[in-house]
T-cell receptor, first 113, second 120 residues
């Protein structure tokens, strides 16, 4: 069956360090992958999209990589700040069908000052 | 430019009652998606609608749940005869066009703040 896995344990890092979050998937032929941010009590907010034929995408302090051989995406936040503390969701859309993404459970990031 | 609006933000119902959740998409968006989020779980897709059409309802429970997106007015997610297991956060998202293989504007979903349903 199709699975999207994100580390359920919270990631704790010091301010200024690079945070790296992982998204692994199985039994998908991906069309694209997205990363969203969700704060407590709020809806997810879109951050980045990377297509299956792209290796890397950047946006300001954010970087996403996509390795379809390893079936993995890495999400990096450089020079992390306490304001980056949130839950980060990975979402994967399979080729064909309606292209509606399936979301992972998310990983909580806590940046300590 | 108002974002996606959902109301009510919090809804309390007793078992057996009906719950109606409303979603107004962003201005100019005609594609609406409903998701359910349980504590410690991911967002689960329920249904995808365009104006007056259900496009994909593969995530909707077969009974008690229905959704509509009329020509005028908000999209409605209706849960009849609620049970305690329906307690969750329900999120609505919208997009300007339909999603495709990551080549256009349809893939980014703009989420509302959610409706927290509590069934007593």
């Amino acid at each position: 069956s199709q699975k999207i896995e994100q580390n359920s344990e919270a990631l704790n890092i010091q301010e200024g360090k690079t945070a790296t979050l992982t998204c692994n998937y199985t039994n998908y032929s991906p069309a694209y992958l997205q990363w969203y941010r969700q704060d407590p009590g709020r809806g997810p907010v879109f951050l980045l999209l990377i297509r299956e034929n792209e290796k890397e995408k950047r946006k300001e302090r954010l970087k996403v990589t996509f390795d379809t051989t390893l079936k993995q995406s890495l999400f990096h936040i450089t020079a992390s700040q306490p304001a980056d503390s949130a839950t980060y969701l990975c979402a994967l859309a399979a080729s064909g069908g309606s292209y509606i993404p399936t979301f992972g459970r998310g990983t909580s990031l806590i940046v300590h000052p | 430019n108002a974002g996606v609006m959902q109301n009510p933000r919090h809804l309390v119902r007793r078992r057996g009652q009906e719950a109606r959740l409303r979603c107004s998409p962003m201005k100019g968006h005609s594609h609406v998606y409903w998701y359910r989020q349980l504590p410690e779980e991911g967002l689960k897709f329920m249904v995808y609608l365009q104006k007056e059409n259900i496009i994909d309802e593969s995530g909707m429970p077969k009974e008690r749940f229905s959704a509509e997106f009329p020509k005028e007015g908000p999209s409605i997610l209706r849960i009849q005869q609620v049970v305690r297991g329906d307690s969750a956060a329900y999120f609505c998202a919208s997009s300007p066009i339909q999603p495709s293989q990551g080549t256009g504007r349809g893939e980014t979903q703009y989420f509302g703040p959610g409706t927290r349903l509590l069934v007593l």
